[in-house]
Each structure stands twice: as C-alpha cells, then as structure tokens.
C-alpha cells in the first residue's frame, strides 16, 4: 500500500497557515470502503465545526485538483480531542502543564503513571506525580495521551 502522507502533509500545512490553524496529525489508514485519511487540526481556543469543514473543503479540492490519491479515500477533518495522543515533541510541548498520563519500559519493567507536564527536554519530559518528580527518556515511552479530569459538580474553578 502506497501512503500520501508527506504529499498530504505539504498542503495541509500551507492550507494550516493560511487559515490561522495548526496541523496536529494526519492519520492514514485502509478499511474495507477504502482509505481512511484523518487530519488533526487545533488553534488557540480550539477548532470549530466551522474551522474543520472549511479546512476539509480546502483540502479536499486541492488534493482532487492535484490527483494526488488515484483510488478512492474518505476525508476526515477533526479537532485531536481534549485527550489527546501524544506522538510528536510538539505535541508534549504543547502539553506542558496539562494532566498526562505515560506508559513506558524501564528495561524488562513496564510502568505507568499520571502526572502534570512540567518539562520537554530534548531527549526526556518531566512529570509532577503529586510532588513527585518522574523523569522519562522519550526513547522508553510506548505510550502517552492528554488526560482530562472534569471538576466535581459544585468546585467552581478559582
């Protein structure tokens, strides 16, 4: 199977650009109807269902103008969600101070924890674990995603 993501990727980003939004992933996959292209967008204050329509409009009369995907393939345009994967070191970055949780290998032993990021450094992130600090090398994590932890009725946000 031959992916298009680079190509996806280049339009994206400029069509990103023009529109003042950021481009967060793109995911590639083949289902039984055919390929399945899903791109991630986020903005300061979030993506609208306005936002995600223009942009799949855009895109997709780009990517038919330029032939770029000769079969058929289905587009989907969305926010990332308000938990979120965390695969690329932009995305820890734009992380920071957010609840996360991680899973990683520390040799034969496979750990977890939760935690706010507090820092991305080039080779780890740092956790804050309820006061305690976990240092985690980018290398060992196997997985990572955003955590949201809605307030009990009644707490108001101070």
Known sequence: MEYYRPQIEDIA??????????????DEKMSGKGRIITVYLTKIGGVTLDDCAAFSRALSDELE?????????????????????????????????????????????????????????????????????????FKAITRAKTVYLAKP??????
């Open 65 to 137: 103008e330029f032939d770029i995907i000769p079969e058929r393939y289905f587009l989907e345009v969305s926010s990332p969600g308000i938990e979120r994967p965390l695969k690329l070191k932009s995305h820890y970055v734009s992380a920071i101070n957010e609840k996360v949780a991680v899973q990683w290998n520390d040799g034969e032993a496979k750990l977890s924890t939760m935690g706010t990021l507090t820092e991305v450094n080039p080779d780890s992130i740092t956790l804050d674990d309820r006061g305690k600090i976990v240092q985690i090398d």
């Open 13 to 26: 980003r400029r069509l990103c650009q023009e529109m003042h939004l950021a481009l967060y992933d793109i």
């Open 153 to 158: 009725k009644g707490e108001s946000e101070q």
